[in-house]
């Protein structure tokens, strides 16, 4: 075991012996060092003591504690807030509104450089989503006109037929 008892080991002994186990190796150490039997007895005497002063305290009549709660109360409602305290008060608060409404600027914002390549790839996406490549677009249109033109013959061709018959 351990040279010396502590206070926590010494205060569960003595209030509870049962609690922690009627410890052998504690009983043993009280009857071998005088400096932990004298510690022992110092705190039974304490313990002792605090009981009897709660008794007498809990013993009190109902007046007594009527009495005591408006002690404190009138105490408590004649003290004079500081003048100090109410200044310091009023300019934190005064300090904490200008603070909250000064108006700063928001910062600026640098415009956006132009970026060269921005045009070319908007060109590029621009013609990927063409049917035909820019060059070859007059070609197409006149491939439009003509299978038009040759759709309507052919249509008129075959009303021309079926009416003939």
Known sequence: MQEHLNNEQLTEYLTDPLASGGDTTIREHLAACAACRDEAGRLHSLLALYGEVTRAAGARPQAFWQWQRTTILTGLESRPVP????????????????????????????????????????????????????????AALLTAELSEAADTTIKKQQTGKGERR
Request: aromatic share 2%.
């Open 83 to 138: 003048r100090r305290l109410v200044w310091a008060a009023g300019v934190a608060m005064a300090a904490l509104a200008a603070t909250l409404l000064m108006e700063t600027p928001p910062p600026a914002v640098p415009p956006a450089a132009a970026d060269p390549d921005h045009a070319l790839l908007v060109d590029v996406e621009r013609s990927v989503r063409r049917q035909v490549p820019r060059a070859l677009e007059p």
